[in-house]
């Protein structure tokens, strides 16, 4: 995340984030503790071989920011800049509304 919004890092050269706020998912945990959308993957079985995995974190984090509550329909369009071959999405999409719910009892 650049400033707030979901970046490809693949695309961002390094004096590009020079001066800017960056998170990435280790920023995510807080006091040694998973945030929701971690534990989500972990515990809804999100990931396989784990190459899409912070992608697909950090595009959860993003789409989470800005809605809350998401149905199927808009998960799938907020990861979609993400490819996975391991697990066929359906457990990434659990592990996310695992997280949307834990982060609105949260609130």
Known sequence: ?????AA???TIFAVQANGKEVLTIEGLARDGKLHPIQEGFWV???????YCTPGMIMAA?????RNPNPTEE?????ISG???RCTGYQNIVEA???A???MREMS
């Not at 995340?1 to 919004?5: A, P, R």
């Not at 984090?61 to 920011?65: C, D, E, I, R, T």
């Not at 808009?74 to 907020?78: H, L, N, P």
């Open 82 to 84: 993400n490819l996975c």
């Open 8 to 10: 490809k890092s693949c």
């Open 61 to 65: 984090y993003q789409l989470l920011k």
């Open 100 to 102: 949307s719910e834990k």
């Open 1 to 5: 995340i650049l400033n707030g919004k």
């Open 44 to 50: 809804k079985h999100g990931l396989q071989c784990g």
């Open 74 to 78: 808009e998960i799938r369009w907020g």
């Open 96 to 98: 996310i509304k695992y």
